[in-house]
């Protein structure tokens, strides 16, 4: 069973940087994706980034591209959002979300396990 603990929220002004971080542990296969969500109050939980079980693979949302960066440590199961120039529409709970079938999806019904999720607030 796959098991997954967000940590490093917090509430930071606009410009800063945050770095969240997953850590993954259990029954994860090969090539299982991982993947960040965020979700503001009232709104649809939204695909923020992505990256493969190896790391060889990332994609991103338009809205974070250039700003957001995902990576990982395999050998220890680590994934990390490092999250530069943060604004007011960043704001929401973070979640990292895996795949047992490793398929790549942007669509947050398709993920199969989930961590509690982190809370940012951006302030302008």
């Known amino acids: 069973q796959v098991q997954l603990v967000e940590s490093g929220g917090g509430l930071v002004q606009a410009g800063n940087s945050l770095r969240l971080s997953c850590a993954a542990s259990?029954?994860?296969?090969?090539?299982?994706?991982l993947a960040w969500f965020r979700q503001a109050p009232g709104k649809e939980r939204d695909f923020v980034a992505h990256?493969?079980?190896?790391?060889?693979?990332?994609y991103y949302a338009d809205s974070v591209k250039g700003r957001f960066t995902i990576s990982r440590d395999s050998r220890s199961n680590l994934v990390a959002l490092q999250m530069n120039s943060l604004k007011p529409e960043d704001t929401a709970i973070y979640y990292c979300?895996?795949?047992?079938?490793?398929?790549?999806?942007?669509?947050?019904?398709?993920?199969?396990?989930w961590g509690q999720g982190t809370q940012v607030t951006v302030s302008s």
């Open positions: 979300a895996s795949r047992n079938t490793g398929v790549f999806s942007t669509t947050s019904s398709d993920y199969d396990y």
């Open positions: 259990g029954n994860i296969f090969s090539n299982t994706p």
């Open positions: 990256i493969t079980w190896r790391g060889e693979r990332k």
